[in-house]
């Protein structure tokens, strides 16, 4: 599931304040521009968040945003998916699934790659077995993903068909094949270091924490890049801006709120909110008190305004959401009433709940946009209604695996991600990121249901219900669906717009002036 | 007497060293978390993420982790980055150089121009000159440096084009090659360290200039340059290089400053980046250099002062 929750905290960022406010505040909008010739595009310099040494370049265990980028320029996955969550095929020409949706016969496309070979079944079931297969360094992204693939089941039907068995049915295996750590390497391939790919780009250097540069694949399957040289360059929030202010770089991928509203008015520069990008939440764990009672989680439904807390928290750059996840997405439940702030009903749920001077930690940490000014307005509201909201301060960096564990309340940002992988990952008893330890029967029935289902419109509302319970007394408090803010030198088109993780989402090759 | 000296610092040097890293690292482990909480994707289980520790090593103990590095480094060993599985020496090494380059041209710079602007305006004082001098001084010396630092790519950068706003994507070969990179962080540099230096000299000079000694020199007709340079100089640069020695401590902060706001790959950068991961090799082998580096441009400047006003004799 490519669900990378973004927003790490910004180091260097946090060191300097708000001096990147101050330097667009300052200076008008003034571009220089990297050179160009002819028609085509010499070289072409996108500048996203960085993370350091962290950053890797290996598919297997690439995780960051800014690792996705040059996944997608290097490599291809047998499927991604477009802004709906819908998967697409890339590598992959079609995917059909058996009667009962334990085995899918993926057809691939007629593709080479870097090195001239041709691209067959025997890649994708060496792609399999190596992130299924023991770790090296670091663990492998997919082996959760990917858990119900039995290789020992699957097999090559020729040299571009392949048989892909599954211990139990999933008509949403293509999503999981469109996921972080899928995608499709060389057969036999060790030296990842030097990476040989099918993507729209060939490798020329890597330096973590620093720069890609790739050079256009003119035998590429989707057609030659207009770009012929990419770099791909990480920096801190405040650098991203200054350097497409600067002329530095030709597109800036994850702008904070206040670094979008300076580059509005700058001149030669576009910038684009996608929204249904990051999606926030609070959490309440279901699985203790105060939250083990239903009403409790149903009055703290009412306590947010999250109009509010999307103005003050957010800038204003979201919009409302309702305790589901996913809006925008495929499956999700449009049809639920909007949950609104009603400090009235709050109080009388929790006199129902027979609570009385109710007291709750609030777990945050500065790990993305908005956090620590959520939560300190959730309090205030939340005092409405008579309840008192400790706020605790964590760590950034460590946030999103300290607070997987401990607290009543914590707080999060998911990106996009489709909704049956939202179940999956988060809901299920035994789920590896279960933050409100949710584990209601019912509820994994109804997935387990909806999985072996072969018609859509069944499957449909099958995960229409479960949106119902969990509007009704789930955990996640679902406030935001915050946009993503990117900027480009305008001269360009087809400049990525996608939602995070999506397809369209930091990809290159298409790019033109 | 020297030999002993230098024996000495060395060894009250190491064990300095040795505490710096031991506190370090029991601070390191204060900190939230551990690079295996850091790099754990969100789809990760359980499982994964107790698989992600055991590879790091991490499920070692503390004790054992920080003696066995500190036996590798004797050995030459600086250990593997937990964040990127490297060798430590490949991580900091680019970033090292980075950042020596900026010190060194900044003391290349600063010496000669804090020297001079020191002399002119303690020769004179009252005069327009030092005035001037005096007053330039202190704006740099009361402006924040990150402040300085985004006004001139704000202004100086973005708004003129005068010079690259930041170093993305640059190497070290770049950055000595098109001179236009460094004019701006090295301007912070030298105007976050020139300013308390100006004064100290200004302030010396005037002293030394009050002794009667010098009154004495010159009426016995000693030459002004020969003035200046022999009897001037060396007592009016000692409290100065005092100071310079802890310009060296604090040049860290200012190249962290410099290095955040034109993206220079530096060792600060590197370091914070190293805290932000939990990647206690990378931490431990950065705070061991440059705490060695201080230590020893101390006792070098120690040693220098002596030798300028031998009155202050080591016991």
Redesign the interface.
Known sequence: ?P???GGR?T??GF??GG?GL??GA???G?T?STSTGGSGIDTF?A?LKG?????DIDPGVA?LFIDEARMKALYDGLFEVDDNMRPVPRLAESGEPNADGTRWRITLRDARWHDGKKVTSADVLYTLSRVLGP?G???F?A???LEHVDLSQSREVDERTVEIALRRPSFEFLTALS??GTKIVQNGARDFANPVGTGPFRFESFR????LLATAYADYWDGAPTISRL?I?S??N??RL??L?????DFADDLTPAAARTLRDAEGITVNATPNSGIYYFAMRTDRPPFDNVDVRRALMRMADREELVKVALQGQADVANDVFGKGFEYYAEDLPQHTHDPDEARYLLRKAGVSNLTIDLFTAPAATGFVEAANLFAEQASRSGVTVNVRV??G??Y???SLESGQLTMGQSGPLSIPNHFG?RLLTGS??NRTGWSDPQFDALYDQALATASVDERTSLYHRMHEILHDRGGFLFWANAYWNSAASAKYRNIPTGVPNAMNWVRFDKVSL | MHARFVLRRVLIGAGQVFILLALVFGLSLLLPGDAADVQASDTFSEGQRAETRHLLGLDIAPLTRFLTWLGGVVTGDFGTSYASAEPVTEVIGGPFAVTAVLAVLTTVILLPVAGWAGFAAGLRPGSVRDRVITTVSVFFDSIPDFVLAVLLVAYVAIGLGLFPATFLGVDLPTMLTEPGYLVLPLTVMVARVAAPLVRLVRAGVINVLAEPYIEQARRLGVGRTSLLLRHVAPNALGPAMQELGRTGDGLLSGVLIVEAVFVLPGIATTLIDAIGNRDQPVILAIVLITGVVAIAVNTLIDLVGQRMVPRRVQS
Not at chain 1, 51 to 55: I, V
Not at chain 1, 208 to 211: L, Q
Not at chain 1, 245 to 249: E, L
Request: glycine content about 12%; hydrophobic content about 35%; aromatic content about 4%.
């Open positions: 599931m669900s990378f929750s905290v180091r260097r060191l300097l001096s101050a330097v300052l200076a008008g003034c220089g310099s500048v993370s350091g040494a962290d950053e995780h770790a360094a670091k663990p992204i082996a959760t993903t996921a972080y973590p924490g620093k720069e770099r360059l920096a801190e405040d650098a200054t350097a202010q600067g002329g530095q770089a964590g760590s960096d460590t999103y695996s300290e990952s590896p990121q």
